[in-house]
């Protein structure tokens, strides 16, 4: 069972970063398809980054050019840096990680992020 933790949450004044932190209990960083959903209060998890086994990335449409999302396969962790932060940012992040066509989904815990001045 791949278990996996995230940190480095927290509240931040609008414009200012985070960087989120997700490791993994096993080596399937570079294996796995891994990203990171949010969920807000009242609305629906969106998908927020991804970042597939082969390396290729995506990204939601209201966070392009202000979030990236890397992976380290050495330390098996998935970082989401995120700049320039607004207000509507503010939601739980969740990891996952997913085989390529794979049926089985693993969550992280979710960390609290919060946009407010």
């Known amino acids: 069972q791949v278990q996996l933790v995230e940190s480095g949450g927290g509240l931040v004044q609008p414009g200012g970063s985070l960087r989120l932190s997700c490791a993994a209990s096993?080596?399937?960083?570079?294996?796995?398809?891994m990203g990171w959903y949010r969920q807000a209060p009242g609305k629906q998890r969106e998908l927020v980054a991804v970042?597939?086994?082969?390396?290729?990335?995506n990204y939601a449409d209201p966070v392009k050019g202000r979030f990236t999302i890397s992976r380290d396969n050495a330390k098996n962790t998935v970082y989401l840096q995120m700049n320039s932060l607004k207000p509507e940012d503010t939601a739980v992040y969740y990891c996952y990680a997913r085989k390529p066509y794979g049926a089985i989904t693993y969550w992280g815990q979710g960390t609290q992020v919060t946009v407010s001045s």
């Open positions: 096993e080596s399937i960083v570079s294996i796995y398809n």
């Open positions: 970042v597939r086994s082969g390396g290729s990335t």
